[in-house]
């Protein structure tokens, strides 16, 4: 028997509960993973409080990510004891997920936890952190370097912001922290940002053209502000887009893209193909701070639930662990 946080349709609504099941129950993978450690992203809290059509199939235990050791595997590749981490491929929305004291999963999800890396630090940094990573790879894929200019980070106080306003920090890049929420202003700074930018600053009508700001930009909240950002950006710029929490609308010219040569480009961290995975966590794991994993808030399954919508209501900053 194990815990887990079990999401059932009711009416309209969604129902999350802390519930006891059978080991029985897990049927869809090859791994059977004792959970260290799971986490609450913006798609989790969507998930568990219903607020956004998240899950694919009832009941559901929420978590798209997780980290922990194999108790059982019918996979060569993996042994028991092995340590592993997972983020994505459907896990927590179409299979059941991290938010559980036992999980399982496909071996070909997995990877191992990179040298030297605990199931709490790959926590801490979570798929949040690994989604920030992917779009300071695609922006220096894109060419954009340090001596460019400054590169802006939305949505700076959540978990992707505040991995990211890191990553960049530490790569070298000037980093204007976008915030709706001014108290933080001082906790970004100390993560590297070197300029704080208010929110409502970014959230007006955009022109189809406006001063150039940002040789690039880390979007995590689309919508208006992405438009925004995008006519800000600077001749060759480029504008890694991965998030949607302030909309998923998008309205702009393309006037940014022809007369600027500015590059939208898209982040999914869903189906990374495992080498580029591997790769991106080692770099993960040595460029955060030693003490990274320290500096995250930690609830236990049955907090998850109120942790959820706190997240949605801005009342949460940074990465939020779950220990089951
Ligand atoms: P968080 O809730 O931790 O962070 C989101 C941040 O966005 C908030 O902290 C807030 O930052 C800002 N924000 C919230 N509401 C609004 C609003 N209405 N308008 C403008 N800004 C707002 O979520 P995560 O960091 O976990 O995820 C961020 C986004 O990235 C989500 O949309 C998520 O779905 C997406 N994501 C995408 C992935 C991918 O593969 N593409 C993977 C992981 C996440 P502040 O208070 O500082 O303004």
Known sequence: MFNALVLEEAGKNTKASLQRLPESRLTHGDVLVKVDYSTLNYKDALAITGKGKIVRQWPMVPGIDYAGTVLSSDHPDYRIG?????????????????????????????????????????????????????????????????????????????????????????AGYEVHAATGRPQHADWLKQLGAAAIVERAELDG???????????????????????????????????????????????????????????????NSVHIPKQQRIQAWERLHNSLPLNFEEQVQVFTLEQSIQAAQDLLNGKLRGRVLIQP
């Open 205 to 267: 009508e955009p022109g189809p053209l406006e001063s150039q700001r940002w040789a690039g930009a880390v979007d995590t909240v689309g919508g208006r502000i992405l438009a925004r950002v995008l006519s800000q950006t600077r001749m060759y710029g480029a504008v890694a887009a991965c998030g949607l929490a302030g909309g998923v609308g998008l309205h702009t010219t393309v006037m940014p893209f022809i007369l600027r040569g500015v590059s939208l480009l898209g982040i």
């Open 82 to 170: 092995d340590e592993v981490l997972l983020t994505g491929w459907g896990v927590g929305e179409q299979y059941w997920g991290g938010l559980a004291e036992k999980a399982s999963a496909r071996a070909e999800w997995l990877i191992p936890l990179p040298a030297g890396m605990s199931a709490k630090r790959a926590m801490a940094i979570g798929t949040a952190g690994f989604t920030a990573m992917l779009s300071l790879m695609a922006l220096e894929r894109a060419g954009i370097n340090p001596e460019q200019g400054p590169v802006l980070v939305t949505g700076a106080s959540g978990g992707v912001g505040s991995v990211a306003v890191q990553l960049l920090a530490k």
